[in-house]
């Protein structure tokens, strides 16, 4: 098994209290398989909105990354799957896409020997 | 952990009412602004994270969170109450005062405050309900116009325009003055029975939604009760009905969706469990000199949930009940349902001379249980072909998928029958 990390831009929370609740549990039950399967090496973290960019060599601290709602990164996670097509198959199963969102998914490298 | 059913829904009533006394009713905006907020944070950390040991506490918390970041972002930009504004003078005083403020003895009335609130005189009865259901109960404008059958825009207009009485009201009921208490509880009753009747009689074809319905107004009905001053018997005597006819709901629609008339219900579909709260709370409003129209309308449920079978409804009771209730209450409606009655004890001529009797008929133009009432008893008569022509009448008013079958059964049978 290798390792990748998934991405996840775009997370567009739906509006009311009940569909909130359906989306939490759809997302529970989605690492709830991915960790009963064995595939989840790492739950990771979600990301606030905003934060710093540190950028060049000036070091210069902006305030950020204001990018575009779809391309903020939400989070991430570490799953382990057989190579970068089940990967990308797990990834289908991420309640993130019905909510207009996407998952990159990004092969971790290892420094072969 | 699992989340248990509507959680986000239920601390969303809660959580704004909590913060809308904080920052003051002006602010109500505000309020669920913070609410969606610790929603927001809820959904993030918990995916990925799992659900915390007390998930409403974690809730509450995080709310708490977002509201000190609103109050210091805001502090110029609003007005907030005097307490509320000397506790921003210090960031020292500020931690300790919001603990005061989120303090579970003072939260503990919140749930009951908004209610009373809600109720403003200044607002017709659908806007109260519209604000319940949003505020209290948590849903969204699409949602409760998809309970209600109405359109989204429409029910935002709704509740756009009675969050601004509420604004324009400068502060939220006090509960705890008893006369000021005393005198808007009928306004809370009524608002709470339009809810419950939204549920048992609305025009929803989905029994979920209907369920639903009505189980939001048992609920804050609890809430009422829970207050000493709201555990009246008149209180009692509205859990009582609402248990007593929730309890038949099962047997009113089946899962199919299928409208089925007290008549041909399968009886064993009845809330056992219910039906014995109902017969309790029915028993605690017993209590006292004052008869209210929820007494007698509880009666009357529990006289048809009192009954194996619908041959043993003891007609002559529940017409007297109706005659007690159409002198407190001379509404066409109740004239109705006292028409069938007496039909159902002397016979279906002598009901629809009752029928002929009501006062103001046109009042029930739109509502198509009066051209099926009035179909049932010619039917009964064996005038099959004007039954036929009423039943035609009442499916031309129906408002959903579920009423229209339920007619053109009817119509079916009178066609059978030669009319």
């Known amino acids: 098994m290798t390792e990748f990390t998934y991405i996840f831009r775009g997370r567009n929370i739906p509006a009311s209290p009940e569909e909130r609740q359906k989306h939490l549990e759809k997302w529970m039950s989605w690492f709830k398989d991915l960790g009963a399967q064995g595939h989840l090496k790492d739950p990771g973290h979600p990301l606030e909105d905003a934060g710093k960019v540190v950028n060049g060599a000036g070091k210069m601290v902006k305030d950020g990354p204001f990018a575009e709602a779809k391309d903020v990164v939400a989070g991430y996670i570490v799953v382990l799957a057989n190579d970068l097509a089940h990967a990308a198959e797990l990834a289908k199963g991420c309640p993130i896409l019905e909510v207009g969102g996407s998952v990159e998914v990004r092969p971790v490298q290892i420094l072969k020997m | ?419």
């Not at chain 2, 979920?208 to 609890?222: N, Y």
């Open chain 2, 1 to 419: 952990m699992d989340l248990s059913e509507h959680l986000f829904r239920r601390e969303s009533g809660r959580m704004v009412a909590t913060l809308t006394r904080i920052f003051g009713v002006q602010n109500l905006a505000l309020a669920e602004d913070v609410v969606q907020e610790a929603f927001c944070r809820a959904v993030d950390v918990w995916s990925f994270r799992g659900v915390p040991e007390n998930p409403s506490a974690w809730l509450m918390a995080t709310a708490k969170h977002c509201a000190l970041d609103a109050l210091r972002r805001e502090r110029t930009a609003r007005t907030f109450a005097p307490e509320v504004g000397r506790m921003l003078e210090s960031e020292w005083t500020r931690a300790p005062a919001m603990e005061e403020l989120f303090g579970a003895h003072k939260i503990k009335d919140d749930l009951l405050r908004m209610m009373f609130s809600c109720c403003h005189p200044g607002l017709p009865g659908e806007g109260q309900v519209a604000l319940i259901l949003n505020i209290l109960c948590g849903f969204s404008a699409g949602e409760i116009a998809h309970a209600l059958v109405s359109t989204p825009p429409a029910i935002e207009k709704r509740i756009t325009r009675s969050k601004k009485v509420l604004a324009r009201s400068g502060k939220l009921f006090e509960i705890a003055a008893p006369d000021q208490f005393t005198a808007r509880i009928p306004a809370v009753h009524t608002a709470l029975y339009l809810l419950f009747n939204e549920g048992y009689h609305g025009a929803s074809p989905e029994s979920a939604v209907r369920a639903e319905l009505c189980r939001e107004a048992m609920r804050l009905t609890a809430v009422l009760l829970e207050n000493p001053l709201g555990a009246r018997p008149d209180t009692y005597a509205l859990a009582a009905l609402m248990c007593l006819n929730a309890a038949r709901l099962p047997g009113r629609l089946d899962p199919a969706g299928n409208l089925h008339a007290l008549l041909d219900q399968d009886r064993s579909l009845w809330d056992q469990e219910l039906m014995a709260e109902g017969l309790k709370f029915l028993e605690l409003s017993a209590a006292g000199a004052e008869l209210s129209e929820y007494h007698v309308e509880a009666a009357i449920a529990s006289l048809h949930a009192m009954a194996p079978r619908m041959e043993d409804t003891d007609w002559a009771k529940i017409v007297s009940l109706y005659d007690t209730l159409i002198r407190m209450n001379p509404s066409p409606v109740v004239a109705l349902n006292r028409a069938i009655a007496i039909a159902h004890r002397d016979g279906p001529e002598r009901g629809l001379e009752a029928m002929q009797a009501i006062a103001a008929p046109d009042r029930l133009s739109a509502y198509p249980f009066y051209e099926a009432a009035l179909a049932e008893l010619h039917f009964r008569c064996g005038r099959y072909s004007v039954a036929r022509q009423h039943f035609t009448a009442a499916r031309s008013l129906a408002r959903n998928r579920m009423e229209r079958q339920f007619f053109d059964r009817r119509i079916e049978a009178c066609e059978r029958h030669g009319g």
